[in-house]
């Protein structure tokens, strides 16, 4: 599967954003799909994985704020991020497993769109 993230940007803290991430395919409904980020000098980190049978899985530092869904009808993908902080800022990834596997590990993760940038400003 291909994918296309969209909707970063700079924000100012306290702000939101939503992400995009389209997929290419027929199949998307039985992808589960994860936003992962990388922060400027570090490790690229899990976000928020939603699986094909729409269970959602969060890390602890965005549970309450950050909200995935998916819209199977446009392939598509979203995160929705409320009251951000400075130390959201980081590249978004949208990423992939295989088909039918639900997983958070990112080493699991073998599709992976370019990254978004969001940068938030104190």
């Known amino acids: 599967v291909q994918l296309q993230a969209s909707g970063g940007g700079l924000v100012q803290a306290g702000g939101s954003l939503r992400l995009s991430c389209v997929a290419s395919?027929?199949?998307?409904?039985?992808?589960?799909m994860g936003w992962f980020r990388q922060a400027p000098g570090k490790e690229r980190e899990f976000v928020a994985t939603?699986?094909?049978?729409?269970?959602?899985y969060y890390a602890d530092s965005v549970k309450g704020r950050f909200t995935i869904s998916r819209d199977n009808t446009k392939n598509t993908v979203y995160l929705q991020m409320n009251s951000l902080k400075p130390e959201d800022t980081a590249v978004y990834s949208c990423?992939?497993?295989?088909?039918?596997?639900?997983?958070?590990?990112?080493?699991?993760?073998?599709?992976w769109g370019q990254g978004t940038e969001i940068t938030v400003s104190s």
């Open positions: 395919g027929r199949t998307f409904s039985s992808y589960t």
């Open positions: 939603i699986t094909w049978s729409d269970t959602t």
């Open positions: 990423a992939a497993p295989p088909r039918l596997m639900e997983t958070t590990s990112q080493g699991s993760y073998d599709s």
